[in-house]
């Protein structure tokens, strides 16, 4: 998506869709096994907000304005490895919770193409629930 197309989607009127019934969050999946240092984590997870965000402006605006106007709630929980997030990602379709992949450019500390982060939501809290509720916190 060019500039342009993001300002006028950030800025022309909303078409409002389908309203959730929960409080919404996101929730980001950090895939621990790759031992990311504290910097990295926060800019992947930055990525992942960004991706996430845009995306629900195009397939759930409803749960994006939900999200918007309530703070923003987001945590951060530990994956274990890449096949982990990719596992959480298919719960998470079934249960069509929009999910959104972050994959490293390889210029730093990680290989090219590392599955960093999963970024879930915004999403009814009641549906994340099932799928990271045991996870633990960052």
Not at 14 to 38: I, S, W, Y
Not at 46 to 56: F, L, R, W, Y
Request: a positive charge; charged letters at 25%; aromatic letters at 2%.
């Amino acid at each position: 998506m060019g500039l342009r197309s993001f300002i006028h989607s950030m800025t022309a009127p909303r078409t409002r869709g389908e309203a959730p019934e929960d409080e919404v969050k996101m929730v980001f999946v950090v895939n621990h096994g790759l031992k990311m240092g504290k910097g990295k984590i926060a800019a992947q997870v930055g990525h992942g907000a960004v991706i996430a965000t845009m995306k629900a402006g195009k397939e759930r605006p409803g749960h994006l304005e939900s999200w918007l106007s309530s703070g923003q709630k987001k945590i951060c929980v530990k994956g274990n490895d890449a096949e982990h997030l990719e596992r959480l990602e298919q719960e998470a379709k079934q249960l069509n919770i929009l999910t959104a992949r972050v994959h490293d450019a390889g210029h730093t500390q990680i290989p090219s193409g590392s599955f960093t982060i999963l970024a879930l939501g915004p999403a009814e809290e009641a549906k994340l629930e099932p799928v990271t509720g045991a996870l633990k916190l960052l």
